[in-house]
């Protein structure tokens, strides 16, 4: 996305607000003006905003359950192989295929496979950890994890122009509104 | 009005809802939570008052407790070093009593573990919103005190340097392979599972928080420090949707692999043929035991935290009153499961059993099993009254007492159960030496400068869900202090 924008310009423009309603009536107000390529950034997660963005599905889940089913599959597959192939252990002639006694290894390997996925495909799938990332280049960007809520405008979308941007994201009542150098 | 509008301080909180009458749709009355967060706290004061621990020299007190810690982590180190040295002859287990100290200690400590998981997961997916003052120090108690659990095992096989044999993977052994029909082996998937899951849950939980510290440090090695560590988090929307996805299903995955950790370190027992051991009430009662156990201690914790780090207004009385209402309620099933047994020990007409709970409760051991009975099922009835639910010197001692109790329930389900079993010409007793002690006192202090290290490097309360918990007309800053000068604003209390 980066690749795209012009040499010269900014990476887009940032207002900030002071809490999640005036993000929300922001981002709504952008979408009527046509701005399609912002991005929301806050202390704490809001569902509104997520939805406001059209950002729908994560592919945590599907991620997770892939891994769920092979973790689960390759413990029981261990399990199994152990008791029948590599070792197999006689014990007052009970059956090697003894599956009841593998199932508690099936279901911590399914949770471990799932669990590791979810956390490290999250971090993934937000493209973390990205050593550079111009929106730290905006003045007063670090209140974004603390009390302050910014909307970006960025300059990949096809409507923006940086002084536009800037004039209409003046109208509606920020605390102040920044570029982004690239 | 919104929940958690209302502004109000720590002692102005009764636990009973704020009724508003005629405000409701028809007329009627509205009732509303009180707020989590006391003292009209602003988004910037959460910032300041949680990060500030983490970015001041530690206090006299902090250091006091961390140099009692750190002996106590000393007399761990050397009694392990000892212990491997000279061999497992140095403890109190023998021929009758084959598991000792080791075992109980081991039990006790996974169980502390679970009530961090309970708060952290099940009470999300419950939508419990007070588990947001908590959940972070009760997470980070989890992940403590499988540390401390994970040690007893190793060195109770008595060789430690061969704990890796119980890993199965294609080795120059044989190749030897583990038992997948033995509790044991079960024991290191859900162990080493129940690990790595609450690491990952916490630290994705961390990871917002960790910004917040980046993006208040001042010194740019700090700033870069923990900005590796929040991996370059920036907190934009489309962040927050994977997260909030991994998070759900993190809890989700959590619930029951808490339920069956505990599970299958009861099945080390129950799977067994030893009277005493060998019943079905075992997993069920393990868990609730555990879950006890644990919100003991996270309320000996959060008592000291509250005093030590000034936050009473994140951990409020009414966090630690809903805390003594769940340790009362698991109390209460623990006592029930007590009885249980003795019910079964009866009805099930077998002699061996009677014989085992006769001797359990008036055997030699009788006063360990009184000790267990009277702090885990009846001092905890105290929580009947709230004026005793909102009192945390009560809290603390009770805490204190039910964390007793429940290490002397391992003692008792170990000890007594082997000590006389079917034949009485191997009959025997047991007794800690010296160095079960030691190794037992060491594992606090092994639990304990972790934790202290902990409060000291880390935001201690989960930023960004308690901000996520304040009603933004209250908590947002205005616009007038726009700027950094806002973030070094005097404490208004």
């Known amino acids: 996305m980066r690749t795209e924008k012009s040499p010269s310009g900014p990476w887009g423009v940032m207002a900030s607000f002071d809490s999640p309603g005036q993000l929300l009536s922001a981002i709504a107000r952008a979408k009527q003006a046509g701005y399609k390529d912002m991005e929301a950034y806050t202390p704490y997660p809001n569902e509104e905003v997520i939805e406001a963005l059209g950002h729908h599905h994560s592919k945590v889940p599907l991620l997770t359950l892939v891994a769920a089913l092979a973790g689960g599959c390759g413990g029981f597959a261990l399990a199994s192989w152990v008791s029948m192939q590599a070792y197999p252990m006689n014990i007052g002639g009970r059956p090697l295929m003894s599956w009841v006694a593998f199932i508690p290894v099936t279901f911590e390997t399914t949770v471990l496979a799932a669990g590791l996925t979810a956390a490290i495909g999250m971090i993934l799938l937000n493209g973390l950890p990205e050593p550079y990332h111009p929106v730290f280049n905006a003045p007063g960007f670090e209140r974004a994890s603390q009390d302050r809520f910014f909307l970006c405008i960025e300059a990949t979308d096809p409507k923006f122009d940086s002084k536009e941007a800037r004039s209409f994201l003046s109208t509606l009542h920020p605390i102040e509104v920044v570029d982004v150098a690239p | ?493």
């Open chain 2, 1 to 493: 009005m919104s929940p958690y509008a209302t502004v109000m301080d720590d002692s102005q909180l009764t636990g009973q809802p704020i009724v508003l009458s005629g405000k409701g749709p028809f007329g009627g009355d509205v009732e509303i939570p009180e707020p989590l967060v006391t003292g009209g706290k602003k988004w910037s004061d959460v910032d300041r008052d949680i990060c500030l621990h983490t970015e001041q020299f530690p206090t006299k007190r902090w250091w006091i407790c961390f140099a009692a810690a750190l002996s106590m982590l000393g007399v761990l180190v050397f009694s392990l070093a000892y212990l491997l040295y000279a061999g497992m002859g140095i403890c109190g287990v023998n021929g009758p009593v084959g598991w000792g100290s080791f075992i109980i200690n081991f039990v006790f400590w996974i169980g502390i573990g679970h009530a961090g998981t309970l708060i952290s997961a099940v009470l999300f997916l419950f939508r419990q919103q007070w588990r947001t003052g908590i959940n972070r120090a009760a997470e980070a108690m989890t992940l403590f005190a499988v540390a401390c659990a994970g040690i007893f095992p190793i060195i109770h096989l008595g060789r430690a340097w061969f704990a890796y044999w119980l890993v199965p993977y294609p080795n120059a052994r044989g190749p030897l392979w583990v038992n997948f029909n033995s509790p044991l082996a079960w024991d290191i998937f859900a162990i080493s599972t129940y690990g790595l899951v609450s690491l990952a849950f916490w630290y994705v939980g961390l990871l917002p928080d960790l910004a917040t510290v980046r993006d208040r440090a001042t010194h740019p090695w700090r700033k870069k420090l923990y900005n590796v560590l929040s991996f370059n988090w920036t907190g934009s929307h489309r962040a927050w949707r994977h997260y909030e996805s991994a998070y759900m299903i993190l809890a989700a995955l959590a619930t029951p692999l808490v339920f069956s950790v505990h599970t299958i370190v009861s099945f080390d027992f129950a799977t067994s043929v030893i009277p005493g051991w060998h019943t079905t009430i075992f997993p069920p009662y393990f868990v609730i035991g555990a879950i006890f156990s644990g919100f003991a201690m996270v309320i000996t914790l959060m008592s000291l935290m509250r005093g030590v780090f000034n936050l009473k207004n994140y951990i409020t009385l009414n966090h630690m009153e809903a805390m003594a209402k769940i340790l009362m309620l698991t109390g209460m099933l623990v006592g029930f499961a007590y009885s249980t047994e003795f019910f079964m020990a009866w009805y099930s007409g077998s002699e061996w059993e009677g014989f085992v709970f006769k001797n359990r409760a008036f055997g030699p051991y009788w006063w360990a099993y009184f000790i267990m009975f009277t702090c885990n099922a009846i001092v905890p009835q105290i929580f009947w009254w709230k004026s005793m639910r909102r009192n945390t010197v009560v809290l603390f001692v009770v805490s204190i007492l039910v964390n007793i109790g429940m290490w002397f329930e391992r003692y008792v389900i170990v000890v007594t159960s082997l000590h006389r079993d079917f034949l009485p010409s191997s009959w025997g007793m047991y007794a800690l030496t010296r160095w079960d002690y030691a190794i037992l006192i060491g594992s606090f202090g092994l639990f304990f400068t972790l934790f202290l290290l902990f409060v000291r490097v880390l935001p201690v309360i989960a930023i960004s869900e308690v901000k996520g918990v304040m009603d933004p007309k209250v908590a947002r800053s205005a616009p007038s202090d726009a700027g950094p000068a806002a973030a070094a604003r005097p404490q208004e209390v």
